[in-house]
């Protein structure tokens, strides 16, 4: 199974500041078929269901604030949100969907200071 | 408006079985791959299981597999996870969420539905 490991494990940032996730996969998830990154990112808010912000690494889901964005390749890659809004407070997961079991990352919890 | 909603989770004893339902409305069911997803109290997300569109194909984590079973009425848009011989450590919310295929990522999720294993 591919083991996802994300960093930090929680993160406290001001309001309108930068929060950037880091997410490294044990195996590389770029097929080089397609030149694709089989990488997704998940928002969870308290008592609620996942929700897809980002796939192929960095295409937003409809409808996701571009404050949210998503990069790199192979087995490293970053979640950035550029300007923290209250509405962002939850837990975010990364998630290889490259080979299976798709597997998840630990989550990181992103918190105001 | 794309809806899943889980139902059949409670208490049931280590050894027991359980049944879960996924109601699928506002998409063509037929047309996608189902997950399902469980996240133990207080822990991160875990894959289960998934199934194809006609149901001809099913996957399971290596920690359900033998006990666990999925499947779907494509004409009823209802998907179904049986689970027998349950643990404590299947203790968990069970989400539901369609994919376009195989793996992809889920685009639309349930609320949930709890199952808690104890005595």
């Known amino acids: 199974d591919i083991v996802m490991t994300q960093s930090p494990d929680s993160l406290a940032v001001s309001l309108g500041e930068r929060a950037t996730i880091i997410c490294k996969s044990s195996?590389?998830?770029?097929?080089?078929?397609?030149?694709?990154?089989?990488l997704s990112w998940y928002q969870q808010k308290p008592g609620q269901p996942p929700k897809l912000l980002i796939y192929?690494?960095?295409t937003r889901e409809s409808g996701v604030p571009d404050r949210f964005s998503g990069s790199g390749s192979g087995t490293d890659f970053t979640l950035t949100i550029s300007s923290l809004q209250a509405e962002d407070v939850a837990v975010y997961y990364c998630?290889?969907?490259?080979?299976?079991?798709?597997?998840f990352g630990q989550g990181t919890k992103v918190e105001t200071k | 408006e794309v809806q899943l909603v889980e139902s059949g989770g409670g208490l049931v004893q280590p050894g027991g079985s359980l049944r879960l339902s996924c109601a699928a409305s506002?998409?063509?069911?037929?047309?996608?791959?189902m997950h399902w997803v469980r996240q133990a109290p207080g822990k991160g997300l875990v894959w289960v299981s998934h199934?194809?569109?006609?149901?001809?194909?099913?996957t399971y984590a290596d920690s359900v597999k033998g006990r666990f079973t999925v499947s779907r009425d494509n004409a009823k848009n209802t998907l179904y996870l049986q689970m027998n011989s349950l643990r404590a450590e299947d203790t968990a919310v069970y989400y539901c969420?369609?994919?376009?295929?195989?793996?992809?990522?889920?685009?639309?999720w349930g609320q949930g539905t709890l199952v808690t294993v104890s005595s």
């Open positions: 192929w690494a960095s």
């Open positions: 199934i194809n569109n006609d149901g001809s194909s099913t």
């Open positions: 969420g369609r994919a376009v295929w195989g793996n992809h990522p889920q685009d639309h």
């Open positions: 506002g998409f063509t069911f037929s047309s996608y791959w």
């Open positions: 998630q290889q969907y490259y080979s299976t079991p798709p597997t």
């Open positions: 195996q590389s998830v770029l097929s080089s078929s397609n030149n694709k990154n089989y």
